[in-house]
């Protein structure tokens, strides 16, 4: 499962299969996000996943007026979708178990399919804009 959140709408966009998420993935997600035809620039927010770096993926962003940006590494709490994550594993994985993957994955889509409806105000408030940020930090050397 690979997806795209919007910042400010929180509309989710996703590619699932059944296999392995790889560039072909990520490709197919930027055709997604290009077919909404958006009228603001869009910048998608990507983890250092090498496949995420293909040059595949890279031009195809490109061509279709993506911006890719990459955060550091070791940092999911900067990413929406890493947020979102953690909610459908807290809803859907902890301590359940199902008896086979298209239970699983039917669970999955459930929950994902009610980010608007059921879980939209516990949502509204863990895909917030609010970053903590510092005026003056300082760097302790290591």
């Given amino acids: 499962m690979l997806g ?15 296999s392995y998420i790889n560039a072909a993935s990520v490709c197919e997600l930027l055709r ?12 998608l927010i990507l983890d250092n996943a090498r496949y995420q770096k293909y040059d595949l993926v890279r031009d195809l962003a490109a061509s279709l007026g993506i911006e890719l940006l990459y955060l550091p590494a070791y940092s999911p709490n900067l990413n929406l979708i890493e947020r979102l994550w953690k909610f459908v594993k ?28 059921t879980h939209k105000i516990a949502l509204d408030s863990l895909l917030s804009l609010r970053f903590q940020t510092f005026k003056h930090s300082q760097f302790v050397p290591l």
């Fill in 4 to 18: 795209a959140l919007n910042a400010i709408t929180h509309e989710l966009i996703m590619v699932t299969n059944d």
């Fill in 32 to 43: 997604l996000i290009a077919a909404l035809r958006l009228t603001v620039p869009i910048t």
């Fill in 90 to 117: 807290k809803k859907c994985l902890y301590s359940i178990y199902y008896k086979d993957f298209e239970v699983f994955k039917h669970a999955l889509s459930t929950c994902l399919g009610h980010t608007h409806t």
